[in-house]
Structures are given as structure tokens and as C-alpha cells.
């Protein structure tokens, strides 16, 4: 157990729809991290919030935002889904944002677009 | 280009022995990371070593130890006594910072399946 929590584990939604994903970083830890791993896109890094701050963007589709709340925890909002969102969503945290922080990852929340 | 390749989709090793994941990286940053991670088939993703672009040494962490080769840009994953709890896929990742912004990228991974 990495200790960082993400809610809820499984998602079924249409598209069109808008799912809002919950990540709780590990006791301490002040960096939240957001990647997406799809069969066909594989591991991509989205958004990464130190200590409220947004940090770093990576491949994160307008559609998708994120935000870091005063206790840390973060919020990753999808809307306007499509079939091709389908993946893995996973949260990670670091104490502090930088280069050579381990990222603790949480178990994730496997998005289902149908 | 790509930032992060590894050429192995999947690789066999036999028990107790050791296996080489290859991963070489494209970055013209003079500080970056590298980092490997373990996913096994229950989809967690487990942190295994870091490598740091101005480490003179190479890391180790137990039976992992990355064979850092700046010059060639290569960050090879050694798994040393290889077990069969080892079988799962291995993604290396780089870390680059630029003006205090950061850029992580993944490989496509490689799958290393232990045979007893």
C-alpha cells in the first residue's frame, strides 16, 4: 500500500459525460501527479499540482482539467468523454515536486466510455 | 524522436538468473532524471530505482541496479537473481526540468516473464 488513495476505483460512463476523479496524496507528501496508461496512447503524463500550484503539463486534453485543494487533495475532471478516454487513470505523489522525488503511484481508477 | 525507447516489448529469463531491460533516452537538458517502474498484472505501479543525470555512480537498490551510460544515453534496468515474482511489465520514465517547469515521459515498457 503506497498510502496514496484514489476514488473511485471503477468507472462506467457514456460518452458526452463528465466523471470527476479523486486522489488523496500520502501523508506529507506536497506534489499530486496525474498519468492516463491506454492500450494505445501507453503511459502519459497529464498534470502535475505542488502544494496548490499547478507545476508541469504534459499531454492533457482541453477537455480535461485538475486542481490541488488547500488539504492537499486533488481533483482530475474529464467532460465531454469519448470512447477513446478509456484507460487508466492513475494519481502519484512526491514530497516535494522535484526532479528526483520518488512518485508514490495509488492503485488508480479504470475509466470505462461506452 | 523518441524521448524514451525501449526496444524489448517482452523479454524470458529464467529464474536465478539475471536480465538486462534496455531503455536509451533523447533529452538535450543537462538535468533530468530516469527512472524505472514495475507493473505487475494487478496494475499498481511500483517505484524500483532513480538515476540522477549528475549521479557519478550507478544506483542500486537491492537485487535493481541501473547501468547509467550518460555519454550513450542509456539507463539499463539490471535485475540481479531474478525471481518469479519479477514477472510483470518494467517502464523506464525521464524526468526533465526547464525554468522550473517539469516534462515526464514514459516508455512503451517491457514485458519480463520469469520461467521456473
Known amino acids: 500500500d503506497s498510502g496514496v488513495t484514489q476514488t473511485p476505483k471503477h468507472l462506467i460512463t457514456a460518452t458526452g459525460q463528465r466523471v470527476t476523479l479523486r486522489c488523496s496524496p500520502r501523508?506529507?507528501?506536497?506534489?499530486v501527479y496525474w498519468y492516463q496508461q491506454s492500450l494505445d496512447q501507453g503511459l502519459q503524463f497529464l498534470i502535475q499540482?505542488?502544494?496548490?500550484?499547478?507545476?508541469a503539463k504534459g499531454n492533457i486534453l482541453e477537455r480535461f482539467s485538475a486542481q490541488q485543494f488547500p488539504d492537499l487533495h486533488s481533483e482530475l475532471n474529464l467532460s465531454s468523454l469519448e470512447l477513446g478516454d478509456s484507460a487508466l487513470y492513475f494519481c502519484?505523489?512526491?514530497?516535494?515536486?522535484?526532479?528526483?522525488?520518488?512518485?508514490?503511484f495509488g492503485p488508480g481508477t479504470r475509466l470505462t466510455v461506452l | 524522436a523518441q524521448k524514451i525507447t525501449q526496444t524489448q516489448p517482452g523479454m524470458f529469463v529464467q529464474e536465478k538468473e539475471a536480465v538486462t531491460l534496455d531503455c536509451t533516452y533523447d533529452?538535450?537538458?543537462?538535468?533530468?532524471?530516469l527512472f524505472w517502474y514495475k507493473q505487475p498484472s494487478s496494475g499498481e505501479m511500483i517505484f524500483l530505482i532513480y538515476?540522477?543525470?549528475?549521479?557519478?555512480q550507478n544506483a542500486t537498490e537491492g537485487r535493481y541496479s541501473l547501468n547509467f551510460q550518460k555519454a550513450r544515453k542509456s539507463a539499463n534496468l539490471v535485475i540481479s537473481a531474478s525471481q518469479l515474482g519479477d514477472s510483470a511489465m518494467y517502464f523506464c520514465?525521464?524526468?526533465?526540468?526547464?525554468?522550473?517547469?517539469?516534462?515526464?515521459?514514459f516508455g512503451t515498457g517491457t514485458k519480463l516473464q520469469v520461467i521456473p
Open positions: 502519484a505523489s512526491s514530497y516535494t515536486g522535484g526532479i528526483g522525488n520518488e512518485q508514490f
Open positions: 501523508s506529507g507528501d506536497l506534489s
Open positions: 499540482y505542488y502544494n496548490g500550484e499547478e507545476r
Open positions: 533529452t538535450s537538458d543537462p538535468s533530468y532524471g
Open positions: 538515476q540522477g543525470s549528475y549521479d557519478q
Open positions: 520514465a525521464m524526468r526533465e526540468e526547464r525554468g522550473g517547469y517539469q516534462k515526464v515521459t
